[in-house]
């Protein structure tokens, strides 16, 4: 994971997303716009990565890179909350902004896209990803279910 982000991902990120003005890709995915969300994702996975990059690891990394521009929020990824460690937590430094859990799937085949998000979304809830944020008094919670299969994504939130 460490060698493919460094030498792919990171690569690619210096020389495209630090240009590109991501701030409706943020938008939509602080206002659980679900449906805009997975359009900018799907358009970023098209422009940038190879067919053969399969590994939830990969689109972990991916993703990271997306919203590593994200003003006013700390990304943590893998870290523990309640039972387990969701793949990303967006924690607002304004309580009064809505906190942001992201579970991520891969899939092999595009008909196990829907089943993985909803899968991702159960993941979140059983495991209680959200409970420290509540805890520390965030009202607002978006939890999303994400799906990758090759160049592809589904959004559930």
């Known amino acids: 994971m460490r060698y493919i982000y460094q030498n792919t991902i990171q ?3 210096k020389k495209n997303v630090r240009s590109k003005d991501l701030s409706s890709m943020y ?3 602080l206002d659980g716009n679900q449906e805009k969300f997975e359009e900018y994702i799907k358009q970023d996975l098209r422009e940038s990565i190879s067919y053969y990059d399969k590994k939830e690891d990969f689109y972990h990394g991916f993703l990271l890179g997306l ?3 994200l003003e006013d929020y700390e990304i943590l990824s ?3 909350s309640g039972n387990g460690r969701p793949d990303i937590l967006l924690k607002p430094y ?3 902004k809505p906190a942001v859990i992201l579970e991520l799937k891969y899939a092999e085949k595009f008909t196990q896209m829907e089943e993985k998000c909803k899968e991702a979304l159960n993941q979140i809830d059983e495991k209680g990803y ?3 944020l509540t805890n520390e008094g965030y009202e607002k919670i978006l939890k999303y279910g994400i799906c990758f299969c090759q ?5 559930f939130i």
């Open 11 to 13: 690569e690619w990120f």
């Open 78 to 80: 893998n870290r523990e």
């Open 151 to 155: 160049k592809s994504c589904r959004v």
């Open 130 to 132: 959200a409970d420290g």
């Open 67 to 69: 919203l590593s521009s």
């Open 27 to 29: 938008e939509a995915l």
């Open 94 to 96: 304004d309580e009064k």
